[in-house]
Every structure is written in structure tokens, then in C-alpha cells.
């Protein structure tokens, strides 16, 4: 079963932290937080779409 954790930047739903069965981690960032107007990236290697990170994009060197 999947483990999942909500993200939050300043109070607002960002995204989720996804770990699956096998351990890997993937990242997906809110819809709502999206379609702000004034929605930021987490960081430079979390840029804001709507495509899943994964682990493969290296980015959870610098999160977790």
C-alpha cells in the first residue's frame, strides 16, 4: 500500500510526497495549487506542471 504525504507551503496544499510499495518516491504537485495565480515551486528542481516528478529526476536530494 502506497504511503502518502501532503504538502504544505504557508497553510496551502501543494502537492503530495508519494512512496510506493517498492520504496520509491515520486512527487505531484496539487491541482488547486496549480491554478494559484501566485503559486511558487517548492525549488529549483520542483519547477510547477502537471507532470509527476520521480525519483529518476533527482530531485529528492535536495527535499529529503
Keep these: 500500500m502506497a504511503r ?6 504557508h497553510r496551502e496544499m501543494v502537492g503530495h510526497l ?5 520504496g520509491q ?3 505531484d504537485y496539487a491541482e488547486s495549487w ?4 501566485d503559486a ?3 525549488s529549483h528542481s520542483l519547477p ?3 507532470e509527476r516528478f520521480s ?3 533527482r530531485l529528492f536530494r535536495q527535499i529529503v
Excluded: A, H, W
Aim: charged residues 35%.
Design 4 to 9: 502518502v504525504l501532503d504538502v504544505f507551503l
Design 18 to 22: 508519494i512512496q510506493d510499495d517498492g
Design 25 to 27: 518516491m515520486v512527487y
Design 34 to 37: 496549480l491554478k494559484q495565480p
Design 40 to 42: 511558487t515551486p517548492l
Design 48 to 50: 510547477l506542471r502537471r
Design 55 to 57: 525519483r529518476k529526476e
